[in-house]
């Protein structure tokens, strides 16, 4: 099976290196800042145009958005533009440009319609003091040097590693990978490269093929399992906050950039947003490390693994909770399953967001109407269970496997319950990949077609 994979070190750069790396940095962005201006001018100019009632016809001819066309158009200006275009590699101007019509598509597609999300803004201007520096090599000399320390890109030349990349030396030594770019970042202080690799994966199965877990997320525990296990949540986040806020105070006091006054940063306050900086992502590091050993534990030894499908977007407008909800990761839990279960030969099933996994019973099956947040315990009136509200999820949520398995044609794409918890109704589930989009009723079949099913929606409604 093949597969693109990240592989990203850490890099220990001299000081001759890093200003290389910062100029073809600086590249992408001049090219990027030439490239947005020449488009928006453009555009005005043909809306001004229209506005005087010239013809489509006669109208200043269109830059194309395309990267072919802003990579012919910057071109043939550089040389005025930017006369030192020789000393950087042309791969520095090719990222700029490559963002830069990624980011016109995204706009426009999100106009029309054909982008699904939140509407996406017009491309802007990127800051030389705000803009993380990034550049990306897709031609050129690209290789990991034998003793696995040092690797080889164009124009920057050896750059020495901070840790072995033995694994994906091993790799391309057995013909099982192929290198198709590296992207040269800083990132909290430090440089890294990420290599963009086609790896050829063998085929896996689970420690427990036939196992079935479902994972209830949550705030207090970072995953609860069917099972019984209660992951404790590490809350990086709240336990740098103090020193944040002591960092963020020194900041404060020291002399910052001014735009309106075209005041400079003081050297001062430059060493203390550089140490707030790396005060960030050791805590974004911290979080990573503990979420990706989590998921790769679920995803190489359980067959199944079921997750809800939560709307994280707008549980994160709950003031008072955001914060602890960005710093759990809801939504990279989900992403890293996704992708770890196909890599070991799982699956992975997602739950309807309207399923009211928290309000039925494990037991018995009954639904209550209303369950409010503060209740920690649930505790069923038909058969008496009291368990932990957790708990009770994580178990219906493994159960909605088992009915996956016995139904035989596959989970239903349907909503299965709207923001009204019913106390009947049928079941819902989705699963990735393969399923229908959502919103369209139907069953998925082993070779991914969907066959309508005889449910009306008078019958969905319960009035069938």
């Not at 990579?71 to 042309?90: F, H, T």
């Amino acid at each position: 099976m093949k597969a693109i994979q990240a592989y990203r070190f850490a890099l220990d750069l001299t000081p001759s290196q890093e200003r290389d790396a910062l100029a073809h940095a600086g590249a992408a962005r001049v090219a990027h800042n030439w490239a947005l201006s020449r488009v928006k001018a453009v555009m005005d100019q043909r809306t001004a145009e229209r506005s005087y009632g010239v013809p489509d016809e006669q109208l200043t001819p269109s830059l194309s958005w395309s990267l072919a066309g802003l990579r012919k158009a910057w071109n043939a200006a550089k040389p005025d533009v930017a006369p030192w275009w020789g000393e950087v590699s042309k791969e520095a101007f090719n990222t700029g440009l490559d963002a830069l019509a990624r980011g016109l598509k995204n706009w426009s597609d999100s106009r029309k319609g054909a982008r699904a999300g939140r509407p996406v803004g017009f491309p802007r201007f990127k800051s030389r003091r705000h803009t993380t520096p990034s550049v990306r090599f897709t031609t050129g000399a690209i290789r990991v040097e034998p003793d696995r320390m040092h690797v080889v890109l164009p124009r920057l030349g050896r750059l020495k590693l901070h840790e072995s990349a033995r694994k994906l030396a091993r790799r391309l030594d057995n013909g099982t990978a192929r290198i198709m770019s590296a992207t040269v970042r800083r990132a909290g202080g430090r440089w890294h490269v990420a290599f963009c690799v086609e790896v050829e994966r063998a085929d896996r199965v689970p420690a427990r093929p036939g196992s079935v877990v479902g994972v209830d997320v949550g705030i207090t525990h970072l995953a609860v399992l069917s099972t019984g296990e209660l992951v404790p949540n590490p809350r990086h986040l709240a336990d740098a906050q103090q020193r944040m806020r002591s960092l963020g105070r020194s900041l404060s006091r020291k002399i910052c950039p001014d735009r309106r006054t075209g005041r400079r940063a003081s050297k001062r306050w430059q060493r203390a947003a550089a140490r707030l900086g790396r005060a960030h992502a050791r805590v974004a590091n911290l979080r990573r490390d503990g979420l990706h050993k989590l998921t790769t534990r679920l995803a190489t030894t359980c067959g199944a693994i079921v997750v809800e499908d939560l709307n994280v977007t707008g549980m994160l407008r709950n003031r008072r909770l955001a914060r602890h909800i960005a710093d759990a990761g809801f939504a990279e839990i989900r992403r890293q399953l996704t992708y770890k279960t196909s890599w070991n030969g799982g699956r992975l099933v997602v739950a309807d967001r309207w399923y009211p996994s928290s309000k039925t019973c494990s037991g018995c099956g009954a639904v209550k109407t209303k369950l409010a947040l503060s209740e920690r315990e649930y505790t069923c009136e038909a058969c008496g269970l009291i368990i932990d509200r957790d708990r009770n999820a994580a178990r219906n949520l493994a159960a909605l496997a088992a009915e996956f398995d016995t139904a035989g044609s596959g989970p239903v794409a349907a909503r299965g319950a709207d923001q009204k918890t019913r106390t009947r109704g049928p079941v819902a589930v989705k699963r990735e990949p393969g399923t229908t989009p959502v919103g369209q009723t139907g069953t998925v079949l082993p070779q991914g077609r969907t066959t309508d099913l005889v449910l009306t929606k008078n019958a969905l409604k319960g009035n069938g």
